[in-house]
Structures are given as structure tokens and as C-alpha cells.
């Protein structure tokens, strides 16, 4: 065997363990890609489900249950392509069709959810940017068209503002009922502040309104509170008295 037919023996080998690994590589990286893109899908379907469960029934509508469904429909699709033999999606998609096919007529059974605390405001809030992160994720990868999207976020600020004047309106009732107006005034007093700093106010001039009522009702309060009672004389008033008599004595004896 000559040492050319030697050389190209090499170099065709050679060729070939490189075409191999190039080979071996692209499959891997489709596999990582499908993979990732799988992960992604998932996560958007746990999402979608995720807040159409979780969002307060106050905050809920047949509109945003419509999107929710929609929005899962659309991923549950691209999922499909992935994973043609799964019978669950099939079954899952099948639900989300004739859920759909009701329009704005969809079931809502989404209990309301009273925001009485700092815990359950933060728990609301977090499901609000979850939705947030959805729509824009939504528009970006072309389920959801960018003026519809715009629409959306801007209901998510309106959402969120609702979930403001729900939490401070019950912090201070609450402190009012166990007779504590400090706190309340405190709790109407950042109601007020947050709606005046709100950059359109104009929608919730019914709510600072009552917000304001309720602030000066628990300001009044907690003067009433602090005054003494004629009945009932201080002890800064009982000190006057008696400096007021020691001084009339001593003219006297003077």
C-alpha cells in the first residue's frame, strides 16, 4: 500500500471522526434545545394554572379566566409538538377547547380572599407578578399581541392598587374594633398617601374620599382619647391645683 492511499486513509478517517463529532454534537444540542424548550413550556402551563387557581375571587374575572385558559391552550400546543404520545395534554387540551369555546362565559369560582394582613397582601401581590411576568413572557414569544398585552399590564397596576386599598381599609378597621385609633389613623393615613401619589388618581377618587372620611374620624378619635375627662382630673391638672393653692397660701400668710 503506497503511502499515498496511506495519507488519505488518515485523512479520510479523520474526516470522518469529525463529521462524527459534529454529528454527535448537534444531536446533543437538539436535545439540550428540546429539553429547554420543554422546561419553559412547563413552566408557562404551571403558571397559567397557577394564578387561574390562586387569584382572589375579587380580583377575578371572566375576562382574565378567558386569558388564563387561552394562554395554556396556546403552550399546551407547542408543548404537544414535543411530546406528541402524551395522552394527559391531549386530555388537558380537549378541557381547555370547550372551556374556551364558553367565551367570557367561562366558569369563575374563584372564592374571595379577605386581604386583611400584611401576609396575605404579599401573597396576592406575588400571584399579580406572576401574571406580569406571563404577559410579557406571552407577548414576546408571540402568544399574545402587543397592544393586547399593554391592555393587560395596565389592569395588573389596577389590580394591585385595588389589593392597597383593600389591605389598608381592613388594617384600620381592624385597629378600630379593638379600639386602638392610633393605628388605624396610621393605616387610613398611608391609604390616603398611596392613592394621592398614584400617577391617575382619577379612578379611585371614591376610595380616597372614603379613605379621607375615615382618617379624620380616627384622628378625632385619637384626640378624644387623649384628652382627660373634666370628671376625671390628670395628674399634670391635680399638680396645677396644688401649685395653684401653695401659691394662694403663701399671699396669704405674706
Known amino acids: 500500500?503506497?503511502?499515498?492511499?496511506?495519507?488519505?486513509?488518515?485523512?479520510?478517517?479523520?474526516?470522518?471522526?469529525?463529521?462524527?463529532?459534529?454529528?454527535?454534537?448537534a444531536v446533543e444540542n437538539s436535545k439540550l434545545e428540546k429539553a429547554r424548550q420543554r422546561a419553559d413550556l412547563l413552566d408557562r402551563i404551571r403558571r397559567c394554572q397557577d394564578i387561574s387557581e390562586r387569584m382572589p375571587g375579587q380580583l377575578m374575572t371572566p375576562q382574565l379566566k378567558l386569558l388564563l385558559a387561552q394562554l395554556q391552550l396556546q403552550v399546551s400546543e407547542r408543548l404537544l409538538a414535543l411530546d406528541k404520545q402524551s395522552a394527559t395534554l391531549k386530555a388537558d387540551i380537549e378541557t381547555l377547547r370547550t372551556q374556551i369555546a364558553q367565551g367570557e362565559s367561562i366558569p369563575v369560582k374563584n372564592p374571595p380572599q379577605p386581604i386583611a394582613n400584611e401576609a396575605k397582601a404579599k401573597e396576592v401581590r406575588f400571584v399579580?407578578?406572576?401574571?406580569?411576568a406571563l404577559i410579557t413572557g406571552s407577548v414576546q414569544s408571540g402568544l399574545l399581541p402587543a397592544n393586547e398585552g399593554k391592555q393587560w399590564i395596565g389592569q395588573i397596576r389596577q389590580m394591585l392598587v385595588l389589593v392597597h386599598i383593600e389591605?389598608?381599609?381592613?388594617?384600620?378597621?381592624?385597629?378600630?374594633?379593638?379600639?386602638?385609633?392610633?393605628?388605624?389613623r396610621l393605616a387610613f393615613e398611608r391609604g390616603v398617601q398611596y392613592l394621592r401619589k398614584q400617577p391617575?388618581?382619577?379612578?379611585?377618587?371614591?376610595?380616597?374620599?372614603?379613605?379621607?372620611?375615615?382618617?379624620?374620624?380616627?384622628?378625632?378619635m385619637v384626640l378624644d382619647k387623649n384628652a382627660p375627662a373634666a370628671e376625671e382630673p390628670s395628674q399634670l391638672t391635680e399638680g396645677l391645683k396644688d401649685l395653684e393653692d401653695d401659691w394662694k397660701k403663701k399671699n396669704i400668710y405674706d
Open 128 to 132: 399579580l407578578e406572576n401574571l406580569h
Open 167 to 184: 389591605f389598608f381599609s381592613a388594617l384600620g378597621q381592624t385597629a378600630l374594633q379593638q379600639n386602638q385609633p392610633g393605628q388605624a
Open 1 to 25: 500500500m503506497s503511502a499515498l492511499v496511506i495519507t488519505l486513509l488518515i485523512v479520510g478517517g479523520i474526516a470522518l471522526l469529525m463529521v462524527i463529532a459534529y454529528v454527535n454534537h
Open 200 to 220: 391617575d388618581p382619577t379612578p379611585y377618587q371614591a376610595q380616597l374620599k372614603r379613605f379621607e372620611e375615615q382618617l379624620a374620624r380616627a384622628n378625632a
